[in-house]
């Protein structure tokens, strides 16, 4: 069983630029959720994706998009990107849209916006 | 609002001595409340959610509705428990949307 991989590691913008994140879920499950994660700070739900949908969002403008494709593997996309959306960006992989199983993190994304 | 507060951003003890790390939530409806830990250069993981009612490596939380609080605690600490840990509450039917508190880094000196 292999586990939540994100890719990049970590990764430097420009303000204004645009960024996609990767991540592949665990095997077998069909939910993946971002969460963004600042400095000093907790987790922020971002959305969740179910089964290729958007399954909830969090309080976050419309420059932040995501996909989910077949495989259950999702990208989060981040346009116009501002010095405020430097943190490190976590995916969670889980079974069932109601989320109501243990959620599996990945190692998350460093993204700096300079 | 939903909302998750640990109160302490840093708990230092010696080793052996007992933990609380306190956590306190808002919630209108039935919550369910879990504690992640990440140990340093790790990802996060779950330490435990408060329906299975088990005791992970030593640790235990108890869900007190009536002071909305879900504190955790170990009545030993050891060394290797020091890590960041994080309280986070799930809504049900709002997609799996786990709202974080802001963490305690908890440090157990030798």
């Known amino acids: 069983e292999t586990g939540v991989t994100q890719s990049p590691t970590h990764l430097i913008k420009t303000r204004g630029q645009q960024v996609t994140l990767r991540c592949s879920s665990q095997?077998?499950?069909?939910?993946v959720s971002w969460y963004q994660q600042a400095l000093g700070q907790g987790p922020q739900f971002i959305f969740q994706?179910?089964?290729?949908?958007?399954?909830g969002r969090g309080n976050f403008p419309p420059r932040f998009s995501g996909l989910q494709f077949p495989n259950y593997s999702s990208e989060l996309n981040v346009n116009a990107l501002e010095l405020d959306d430097s943190a490190l960006y976590l995916c969670?992989?889980?079974?069932?849209?109601?989320?109501?199983?243990?959620?599996?993190f990945g190692q998350g994304t460093r993204l700096t916006v300079v | 609002a939903q909302r998750v507060t640990q109160p302490e951003k840093l708990l230092s003890v010696f080793k052996g001595a007992p933990v609380e790390l306190k956590c306190n939530y808002s919630?209108?409806?039935?919550?369910?409340l879990f504690w992640y830990v990440q140990y340093s250069r790790q990802r996060l993981q779950l330490l435990l959610r408060?329906?299975s009612r088990e005791s992970i490596k030593g640790f235990t939380a108890d869900l007190n509705k009536g002071e909305t609080s879900f504190h955790l605690k170990k009545p030993f600490a050891q060394e290797e428990d020091s890590a960041m840990y994080y309280c986070?509450?799930?809504?049900?039917?709002?997609?799996?949307?786990?709202?974080f508190g802001q963490g305690t880094e908890l440090s157990v000196k030798p």
């Open positions: 969670a992989s889980s079974l069932g849209g109601s989320g109501g199983t243990e959620a599996f």
């Open positions: 095997s077998g499950h069909n939910t």
């Open positions: 994706y179910y089964r290729e949908e958007e399954n």
């Open positions: 919630y209108s409806g039935s919550p369910e």
């Open positions: 408060h329906i």
């Open positions: 986070a509450l799930h809504r049900y039917n709002q997609g799996g949307k786990l709202i």
